[in-house]
């Protein structure tokens, strides 16, 4: 069995800083690419930003210049820095890994249960 779980979700005024963690556990044999969406009332769950296994990060429009993805192999943990916050980065934020179980040959896609960010203006 594999879990998920972030935390470090809450209340922020506009401007502020944010840092959510996420660290995976389980029957882990390796982590592949790991990733942070969010999903906003009344929307669409949408990609934030993406970590590969070697650290290479990629992010959407709407957070870059903003918001760092990093991650601690060794820990299996993968973090969000989100500085300059405003009011619709709020929303609920998931941690996803693409990650191998120990015993299978394949990789497949593993979810937290959401941390939630609002941000007040």
């Known amino acids: 069995q594999v879990q998920l779980v972030e935390s470090g979700g809450g209340l922020v005024q506009a401007g502020g800083p944010l840092r959510l963690s996420c660290a995976a556990s389980g029957s882990i044999a390796s982590v592949n690419a790991m990733a942070w969406y969010r999903q906003a009332p009344g929307k669409q769950r949408e990609l934030v930003a993406t970590?590969?296994?070697?650290?290479?990060?990629n992010y959407a429009d709407s957070v870059k210049g903003r918001f760092t993805i990093s991650r601690d192999n060794a820990k299996n943990t993968v973090y969000l820095q989100m500085n300059s916050l405003k009011p619709e980065d709020t929303a609920d934020y998931y941690c996803?890994?693409?990650?191998?179980?120990?015993?299978?040959?394949?990789?497949?896609?593993?979810w937290g249960q959401g941390t939630q960010v609002t941000v007040s203006s």
């Open positions: 970590i590969t296994n070697g650290g290479s990060p």
């Open positions: 996803n890994a693409n990650l191998r179980r120990i015993g299978h040959i394949y990789s497949d896609s593993s």
